[in-house]
């Protein structure tokens, strides 16, 4: 049973929001906040929203959409012999300093700093594919133009095997993650 507190402000929220429950819900389904207190600080910011609402309204939207956890999951079902690699550049990024954020979306994950400059997505079953953001590079050997990504990336990386998560690559990914500086 719902605390009763919940509810009545679950009840209230058009009146003192502006929008209902569902209405806020599908407007954060849009965005993609890696923490609570910056999905609560939006709400708060760019809608009015009271901080109260906002932090009700950020859980409970948490609680029912699928959280980033869950977006990755599914990003590597029937894939999972990829989840080292893909753990491999998490770990690799987080080394870089306490900026960078991990953004899952449906069928990528952005690696951001102040703009994004790196991309997982898990292409094939035995495939990631990373893209990069580096200006200053040209394509050649393993370091592709960006194919599929499009204008998201400048590069694109084929990873099969968590050993070609080496040297060259992480200098790669070092260097996009200071260009996104």
């Known amino acids: ?69 869950d977006l990755v999951t599914a990003q590597y079902k029937g894939k999972e012999s990829l989840i080292p690699i893909y753990e491999k550049l998490l770990a690799v990024v987080g080394e870089f300093g306490p900026d960078v954020q991990i953004i899952p979306k449906k069928t990528t994950v952005s690696l951001v700093r102040k703009k994004q400059f790196a991309l997982i997505k898990p292409a094939a079953k035995t495939r990631i594919d990373l893209g990069l953001k580096l200006r200053e590079k040209s394509s050649a050997g393993r370091l592709e133009d960006s194919g599929p990504f499009g204008t998201m990336c400048t590069h ?23 260009e996104a500086g």
């Open 156 to 178: 694109r990386v084929r990873l099969s095997e968590v050993s070609e998560v080496d040297p060259e690559l992480i200098a790669w990914l070092a260097d996009a993650y200071k």
């Open 1 to 69: 049973p719902m605390d009763p507190m919940l509810k009545s402000m679950i009840e209230n929220m058009p009146e003192k929001t502006g929008k209902s429950l569902e209405a806020w819900k599908e407007l954060l389904g849009t965005k993609s906040f890696s923490k609570h207190s910056e999905a609560v600080n939006f709400l708060k910011k760019e809608h009015g929203v009271t901080h109260g609402f906002a932090n009700t309204i950020v859980a409970l939207f948490r609680d029912s959409g699928e959280s980033p956890e």
